[in-house]
């Protein structure tokens, strides 16, 4: 496998609104879940970069929309999580805003990235999430995360339940991955489906600039 190598990763900006987001002129792939699922840790492993994203023990730690450029030619964006009780009702329904805005606004998001927990069983609020990104034919991926927390059979054993699961509400299976912080289980994976779309994208840009 041709290996996408990180020669770069920079912080570029918080947002909680899609007022001010960076210009759209790169590809970009967004990585949402459940509070504490390991968002921000996943993307400081496949970047290689311990600290670029703030990552905590207690749920609820990114709470707004977070650009980095990566390459210097593409976008990753770290997403607070969803599905975190403690923060109040009103809390809640800004979140919802901000991040629908986000996700039907922006115009040069690839994919998203739906971060699943590999241990729990299929949650509501990740299959309603999905169902919606579908019916706003948001093309997204999923990702088992936290895979090292759970042997070999288990792991299998929830991915297939989890699948079954997701066949009551899709006709195909969306692409997922199975991914671990600690030890770099996905990575490569992960970084050659984005290089992919890199170039497709930039294809396309270049098809309807000339
Ligand atoms: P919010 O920002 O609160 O929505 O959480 P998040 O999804 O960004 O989670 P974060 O990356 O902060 O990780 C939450 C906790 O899970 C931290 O204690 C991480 O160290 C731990 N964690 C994340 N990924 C993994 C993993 O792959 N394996 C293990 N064992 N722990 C992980
Ligand atoms: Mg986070």
Redesign the pocket.
Known sequence: MNKMMITSAVFLMSNTSVTHLPEPKFPEYAFI??????????INMITSKKGL?K????????ITINHFLINENWYLV?L??YG?AKRSKSAREQWKKMLFDYLKRRQNLVYTFV?IDSRLEPQSNDLEFMSWLGENQLPFIIIF?????LGTVKLNQHIKAYKKELLRYWEELPVSFV????NKTGRDEILSLIDSENKLFSDYSSSIIS
């Open positions: 879940g459940r509070s504490n699922v390991g968002k921000s840790s996943l994203a990552t905590s023990g207690k749920p609820g730690k990114t770290d607070p999580g975190f971060l995360t936290k895979s090292d927390k991914s671990s912080a600690i």
